[in-house]
């Protein structure tokens, strides 16, 4: 992700989703790439697996 480019919650989500669902980062990678935690990225990966993007 380029750091001039603004998203918004959601969004960083779904590329936060998008980027797990291809297996090409490990979860510490996309972590400190998004700059959130990895209970954070549990959660939001639990709520893809039970509700999709929508959750």
């Known amino acids: 992700m380029m750091p001039w480019i603004e ?3 959601m969004q960083q989500r779904v590329l ?3 980027a797990w669902l ?3 980062y490990t979860k ?3 972590c400190q790439q998004f700059n959130i935690s990895r209970p954070t990225a549990d959660k939001w ?3 893809h697996q039970q509700l999709g993007f929508e959750g």
């Open 7 to 9: 998203t918004d919650a």
């Open 16 to 18: 936060f989703l998008k």
């Open 22 to 24: 291809s297996q090409r």
């Open 28 to 30: 510490t990678e996309l």
């Open 45 to 47: 990966i639990k709520r």
